[in-house]
């Protein structure tokens, strides 16, 4: 995927789509209103810009995404680390378990996805 960047509000607003999808136009503009009390002029405007962007499309008033959100989410989770830790995941993961303390689920849970991978590796 093609670096994409999206700014907070257009960010919130591909979160919404991704919860509801497919959404119609219309329900889209009500669900804006409600949650970020925009008017529906602004639903389109921001709309029409992820759609030019590659993220969403809307067919015939269906709107829905053709990048899915873990997949997004994956992507600049890549980029974060590319940019700040030279691509260095193992540097990423200190910089962040430094800051915050992992629990001992926490750390089975990275644990046991470290030696699946691992095993498929392996296969």
Excluded: H
Aim: aromatic share 8%; proline share 3%; with cysteine.
């Amino acid at each position: 995927m093609n670096e994409i960047e999206l700014g907070a509000v257009q960010l919130k607003f591909a979160d919404i789509v991704w919860e509801r999808e497919p959404v119609s136009s219309g329900e889209l503009v009500k669900v804006c209103e409600r949650e970020l009390n925009w008017k529906k002029p602004t639903t389109y405007t921001v709309l029409r810009r992820l759609c030019e962007k590659g993220i969403l499309k809307n067919e015939n008033g269906v709107v829905s995404s053709l990048i899915p959100r873990d997949e997004f989410y994956s992507a600049k989770s890549e980029q974060i680390i590319e940019e700040s830790f030279n691509g260095s995941l193992p540097a990423f993961v200190a910089a962040f378990i430094s800051r915050k303390e992992l629990t001992a689920k926490e750390a089975d849970e990275i644990r046991e996805m470290i030696d699946s991978f691992k095993k498929e590796g392996l296969e």
